[in-house]
């Protein structure tokens, strides 16, 4: 079975990410750039499914500037077999439906079995790209899975929707996002370090998709709101309770 | 007046849901809503009147007894028709887990542009801006989908206005089988066993959080209690959702639910950067932590450095006396 996992490397959210005011667009600089956690668990789900059945093909497809060379190289050091980096300067800020139709171009001749997504990035928090290449491509979406059942020919698992949970199923080729109900990604070991090195990595334009770079949203505006400061920090010494009632009732809270 | 389409998510058993409100409320601020329904049999007249008394001033009701079998491939069908019947100037889904699904798939369908996990719209000279709150509510960025079929998701919460009422004209259709050629399939459906006493966290106007420091499931309860004694919802960390105390649903932040209650009580929770940034644009946050350096209070506008477990039952004790 061949897997393709699609990995997004984003601002790390562990820090202040600031927006650029004049683009719109994130300031890579201000932030460590690394692997979205979400993509890691997609990984880690395509992993699990390799180490159970070696013959398993996983490759990593993550579109980004050239730096998300690092977010493929710790994939492959983790344990995918390949990668491939689509690298364009046309595609800086690109919005969703451009990601999806690059991403579904790069899709449609790697001839995947099942494509693994997070269910949301953490920069965009959009959580459309899936459906979009599923569409794309005339694929069954199982989004926003907490588990899954992987077979040969077809796949089944649980989601959750704001109704409650569905069982649901799929024959392959198929795609699927998952959510943070999966498993954390594994760290990478000093052998799957070494061996990342002399796995490949093919690196492709736009053009070479045969994507005519066109985005459709335009942004018109980023303001920026002032920070939050601290207010008043008392210690308890049993009459904290009373004057946080004191608090609701003054700030009429209650 | 432009049309402007509302997708309603009606639950599998017909339920109108908690984000048609608002969703029809900003319809009727861009123009004229459209509302559009997926159901496994006709709306009946109670749904059609109480989408009116809502703002709806018309519906595309389409309904199909296989409506439910696939993953959102009728309601893709459904908006698609409704689009090409209403010209609309832009389509509004709620940013729901099936919602933002189907606007990806509608978009490249349609060719339109996705404006995604919005908290606000406008209309000037006909054309479309839409809000978004970005990184924790940091930013506010406004953007448009200029030559193209703008497909908002709104997040749920962000709107708390009514549309007024209408009586609406209604169009009843059967969907014929399913256009998208392969789709997954839903075997089973169960319902979340959600509390209605208590308000849903997207929107309530007070929310009170749990954290790792509650320290097991059992006295998660304490959260509740408190929630229940202030007439607010229940939320919790990503900690407090993975050790298992309460259910995913319930998380704030970076990857949780995003809140803008009036009041933000957080007990028990360090606010780590991505809690903050689901949280951090509360009105008002009274935090109880017993680590004077937690960085939650960096934030609070009230911090208690002390124990959940001695303060908050005094609290309940107070409130209750109040009462
Ligand atoms: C990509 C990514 C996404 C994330 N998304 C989210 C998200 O959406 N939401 C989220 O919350 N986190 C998220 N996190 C996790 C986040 O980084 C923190 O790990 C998490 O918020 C910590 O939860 P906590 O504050 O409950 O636990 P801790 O950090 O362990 O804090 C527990 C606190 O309880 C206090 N405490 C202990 N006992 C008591 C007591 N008896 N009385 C009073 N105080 C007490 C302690 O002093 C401590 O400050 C994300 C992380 C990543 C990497
Ligand atoms: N530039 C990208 N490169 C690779 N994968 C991506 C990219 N953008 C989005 N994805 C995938 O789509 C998922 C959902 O992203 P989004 O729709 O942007 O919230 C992510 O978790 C990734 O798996």
């Given at each position: ?5 699609l ?6 959210t562990?820090?202040e ?6 683009t719109g667009?994130?300031?890579r600089d ?17 992993l699990?499914?390799?180490d ?5 093909e996983?490759?990593?497809l ?10 493929i190289r710790k994939?492959?050091?983790m344990?995918?077999d390949s990668g491939?980096?689509?690298l364009?300067?046309?595609l800086?800020?690109?919005d969703a ?10 899709l449609?001749?790697?001839d995947a079995?099942l494509v ?9 928090r959009?959580g459309?790209?899936p459906?979009?290449i ?9 989004g ?14 649980q989601?959750?929707n704001d109704e ?16 943070e109900?999966?498993?954390?990604a594994?760290?990478p070991?000093f052998?799957?370090i070494m ?6 990595v ?5 053009a070479e ?5 066109a ?7 980023v303001?920026?709101r002032a ?12 009459q904290?309770a009373?004057?946080?009632v004191?608090?609701l009732?003054t700030?009429?809270?209650? | 007046?432009?049309?402007?389409v509302?997708f309603?998510e009606?639950t599998h ?6 984000t048609a409100?608002?969703l029809l ?9 459209i509302?559009?329904s ?6 009946n007249?109670?749904?059609?009147a109480?989408l009116g008394?809502q703002?709806a001033a018309?519906i595309?009701a389409?309904?199909s007894a296989?409506?439910?079998s696939?993953l ?7 908006l ?10 832009a389509?509004?889904?709620?940013a ?7 606007a990806?798939?509608l ?7 996705v404006?995604a ?8 000279d006909g ?16 953007a448009?989908?200029p ?6 998701t709104l997040?749920a ?11 609406p ?5 059967e969907?014929g089988?399913?256009t998208?050629?392969r789709?997954?399939h839903?075997d089973?459906q169960?319902?979340a066993?959600?509390?209605t006493?208590?308000p849903?966290l997207?929107g ?6 749990g ?6 499931a ?5 959260v ?6 202030l007439g607010g919802?229940?939320?919790a960390?990503?900690?407090a959702?993975?050790?298992g105390?309460?259910?995913?649903t319930?998380?704030?932040g970076q990857?949780g639910?995003s809140?803008?209650p009036?009041l ?11 809690h903050?940034?689901?949280?951090q644009?509360?009105k ?7 680590d004077e350096?937690a960085?939650?209070?960096?934030i609070?506008?009230?911090g208690i450095v ?7 039952p ?10």
């Amino acid at each position: 079975m061949k897997i393709v996992v699609l990995v997004k490397q984003v601002p790390d959210t562990g820090e202040e990410r600031i927006l650029d005011a004049s683009t719109g667009l994130v300031d890579r600089d201000a932030n460590d750039p690394v692997i979205d956690e979400i993509s890691e668990r997609a990984l880690e789900a395509a992993l699990s499914v390799k180490d159970r059945d070696k013959s398993t093909e996983v490759v990593v497809l993550s579109m980004g500037p050239s730096d998300a060379s690092k977010a493929i190289r710790k994939a492959l050091s983790m344990g995918a077999d390949s990668g491939i980096h689509i690298l364009d300067d046309g595609l800086l800020g690109a919005d969703a439906t451009l990601t999806a139709q690059v991403l579904a171009a790069a899709l449609r001749n790697a001839d995947a079995d099942l494509v693994i997504t997070g269910n949301e990035s953490t920069d965009g928090r959009g959580g459309v790209v899936p459906a979009m290449i599923a569409e794309h491509l005339n694929l069954p979406l199982m989004g926003s899975l907490t588990t899954v059942n992987i077979g040969s020919a077809s796949i089944s698992g649980q989601r959750r929707n704001d109704e409650g949970t569905q069982d649901v199923s799929a024959d392959l080729p198929a795609i699927i996002s998952v959510t943070e109900g999966f498993a954390e990604a594994r760290f990478p070991n000093f052998k799957g370090i070494m061996g990342a090195k002399r796995k490949p990595v093919s690196t492709l334009a736009a053009a070479e998709l045969g994507v005519n770079i066109a985005a459709r949203t335009k942004i018109s505006s980023v303001e920026t709101r002032a920070p939050r400061s601290a207010g008043s920090t008392i210690i308890d010494e049993g009459q904290a309770a009373a004057q946080l009632v004191d608090f609701l009732t003054t700030n009429r809270l209650i | 007046m432009p049309n402007i389409v509302v997708f309603i998510e009606l639950t599998h058993t017909t339920q109108i849901p908690a984000t048609a409100p608002g969703l029809l409320a900003l319809a009727a601020r861009l123009g004229t809503p459209i509302a559009v329904s997926v159901s496994q049999s006709p709306l009946n007249d109670e749904h059609i009147a109480a989408l009116g008394a809502q703002g709806a001033a018309h519906i595309y009701a389409t309904h199909s007894a296989q409506a439910y079998s696939t993953l959102n491939s009728y309601t893709v069908d459904a908006l698609e028709q409704a689009i090409s019947a209403h010209q609309p100037a832009a389509v509004l889904i709620p940013a729901s887990v099936d919602g933002r699904e189907i606007a990806g798939r509608l978009a490249v369908r349609t060719g339109g542009g996705v404006l995604a996990d919005v908290i606000d719209a406008h209309a000037h000279d006909g054309a479309i801006t839409a809000i978004h709150s970005v990184f924790g509510g940091h930013y506010t960025v406004a953007a448009s989908v200029p030559e193209a079929l703008p497909i908002l998701t709104l997040r749920a919460g962000a709107i708390d206005e009514i549309a007024p009422a209408h009586n609406p004209t209604v169009e009843h259709l059967e969907l014929g089988a399913h256009t998208a050629g392969r789709t997954a399939h839903i075997d089973a459906q169960s319902d979340a066993p959600y509390n209605t006493n208590r308000p849903e966290l997207r929107g309530a106007a007070t929310v009170v959080s749990g954290g790792r420091g509650l320290g097991s499931a059992q006295n998660f309860v304490l959260v509740e209690q408190l929630a229940d004694a202030l007439g607010g919802a229940v939320g919790a960390s990503r900690a407090a959702v993975d050790a298992g105390y309460i259910d995913h649903t319930a998380q704030v932040g970076q990857t949780g639910v995003s809140v803008s209650p009036q009041l933000y009580v957080a007990l028990g929770i360090s606010g780590a950067i991505q809690h903050r940034a689901g949280m951090q644009t509360a009105k008002t946050i009274i935090a109880i932590n017993k680590d004077e350096d937690a960085p939650i209070f960096e934030i609070a506008d009230l911090g208690i450095v002390g124990d959940v477990f001695s303060v908050v039952p005094q609290v309940i004790e107070l409130l209750k006396a109040r009462a």
